[in-house]
């Protein structure tokens, strides 16, 4: 081993490095560690887009209002806070599920409810947007998947640091759980 020159406190400098701290060992915990991220980033939803970004953006959509529906037809307005009417067309946020206004489980769902709808609305109506394709092109009901991306955001990881939405998780969870 060398034993390189003293400098202040009797460090050295030149000294080899032992054989368990080379290049292989420090690859093997840099690649722990980013999976320790991924997965964590994954399981918050937080960073899906930039983990799993859509294959492809099927329309881009010019700024317009988006107000929340009313009761009479629906051309092109915001329904919850994860679906909306977009020129005679219905989309459901592919990402992400938000509390339920039309038959909540209960009444803090309900306002939740309200309030990721209204918080929907405002984020449609404050500029353009694109919508990209998800894993599948409509649901069940026959509404358009679509991941809605923002100024290269997602709009759905955006409710979901609010507070405001899940990460879809192929199914409802419950907002009424204390």
Not at 36 to 52: E, M, N, P
Not at 86 to 97: F, H, P, S, T
Not at 159 to 178: F, K, S, V, Y
Request: glycine share 12%; net charge positive.
């Amino acid at each position: 081993m060398a034993t390189g020159r003293r400098i202040l406190g009797g460090i050295r400098i030149g000294r080899r490095l032992p054989r368990w701290a080379d290049g292989s060992v420090l690859a093997f915990a840099l690649a722990l560690i980013a999976l320790g991220v991924t997965a964590s980033l994954r399981d918050t939803g937080l960073a899906s887009f930039l983990l799993d970004p859509p294959a492809e953006i099927v329309a881009e959509v010019p700024a317009r209002s988006l107000p929340l529906c009313g009761s009479g037809p629906r051309k092109t307005c915001v329904i919850d806070g994860d679906t909306f009417w977009l020129d005679g067309e219905k989309i459901r946020i592919a990402d992400i599920n938000t509390p339920e206004t039309g038959s909540p489980s209960c009444a803090a769902e309900a306002r939740l409810g309200h309030h990721a709808a209204e918080r929907l609305s405002q984020i449609l109506s404050s500029g353009g947007f694109s919508l990209a394709a998800a894993d599948r092109d409509e649901d069940r009901y026959g509404r358009k998947l679509r991941v809605v991306m923002q100024g290269g955001t997602s709009i759905g990881n955006t409710l979901i640091a609010e507070g405001l939405a899940h990460p879809w998780q192929g199914r409802r969870l419950d907002w009424c759980a204390g």
